[in-house]
C-alpha cells in the first residue's frame, strides 16, 4: 500500500495569513494526489484533484502542487471559513490512502 | 445536483451485523463506482473498498476482507455495505463517495453526509 505522510499534524495561523500543508507519498504516485476539506460533523469536500486542479466552486485561494511523491496544499489570505481539518489521498491505487489530516485552527 | 444518502446511525452489539445503505439521486446511478469509506478519530480515514454500480464487481481493501459487503440495487440507486462480526474496533463513521476516474486519477467528488455506527454491548 502506499503511504501518504501529511504534515503538519496541527497548524494555528490567523485570518489573512497563508499556510501550506505537505504531503508526502512512500512512492511516486505520478500527480495523481487529491486533498479534502473536513468541517467538524460533515463530510470531506473536494478541493483538488490531479495535484493542482481545482474542483468547481473552490476560491482560488486554494491551490496546489508538486510532483512524483511530494505535494503541497497552500491557501492563501485565510479566511474565517477556513479554518478545518485537510487531508489528502493517493488517487493512484487501490487501496486509496490518506493522510493523517491537519487541523488548521485560528490563533 | 448529485446527492448521496445515507441511513441513520446504528447501535449494535458485538458479533452482530449492520447493513448501511447510500441512496442517490441527481445522476445516471450507473456513472460511477461507489466507494466507502471508514473515519475514526484514532486511525482516521480508511479506504474500504468500491462497488461498481453496473457490474456489481467490488474490490475490498485486504484489511476489510471478510468485514465489510458491498452489494447494489441498480432498480432503486443504491448502495449497500454490510458489516459482520462486529466489534468495537468496528465503532466508526461510515462513508460512502463516488468516484470520478480519469487516467490514471481517481478522486471522491461526491460523499454521503455519513452513518455513526456504534458498537457497544
Known amino acids: 500500500d502506499i503511504q501518504m505522510t501529511q504534515s503538519p499534524t496541527s497548524l494555528a495561523a490567523s485570518v489573512g495569513e497563508s499556510v501550506t500543508i505537505t504531503c508526502l507519498a512512500s512512492?511516486?504516485?505520478?500527480?495523481?494526489l487529491v486533498w479534502y476539506q473536513q468541517k467538524p460533523g460533515k463530510s470531506p469536500q473536494l478541493l483538488i484533484y490531479?495535484?493542482?486542479i481545482l474542483e468547481d466552486g473552490i476560491p482560488s485561494r486554494f491551490s496546489g502542487s508538486g510532483s512524483d511523491t511530494q505535494y503541497s496544499l497552500k491557501i492563501n489570505s485565510l479566511q474565517p471559513e477556513d479554518f478545518a481539518s485537510y487531508y489528502c489521498?493517493?488517487?493512484?491505487?487501490?487501496?486509496?490512502?490518506f493522510g493523517a489530516g491537519t487541523k488548521l485552527e485560528l490563533k | 445536483q448529485v446527492q448521496l444518502q445515507q441511513s441513520g446511525a446504528e447501535l449494535a452489539k458485538p458479533g452482530s451485523s449492520v447493513k448501511i445503505s447510500c441512496k442517490a439521486s441527481?445522476?445516471?446511478?450507473?456513472?460511477?463506482?461507489i466507494s466507502w469509506i471508514k473515519q475514526t478519530t484514532g486511525q482516521g480515514l480508511e479506504y474500504i473498498g468500491y462497488i461498481n454500480t453496473g457490474s456489481g464487481g467490488t474490490y475490498y481493501n485486504e484489511k476489510f476482507k471478510g468485514k465489510a459487503t458491498l452489494t447494489v440495487d441498480k432498480s432503486s440507486s443504491t448502495a449497500f455495505m454490510q458489516l459482520s462480526s462486529l466489534t468495537p474496533e468496528d465503532t466508526a463513521v461510515y462513508y460512502c463517495?463516488?468516484?470520478?476516474?480519469?487516467?490514471?486519477?481517481?478522486?471522491?467528488?461526491?460523499w454521503g453526509q455519513g452513518t455513526l455506527v456504534t458498537v457497544s454491548s
Open positions: 463517495a463516488t468516484v470520478t476516474m480519469m487516467g490514471d486519477w481517481n478522486w471522491f467528488a461526491y
Open positions: 512512492e511516486d504516485i505520478y500527480g495523481s
Open positions: 441527481g445522476y445516471t446511478f450507473t456513472s460511477y463506482d
Open positions: 489521498q493517493n488517487g493512484l491505487s487501490t487501496p486509496y490512502t
Open positions: 490531479g495535484a493542482t
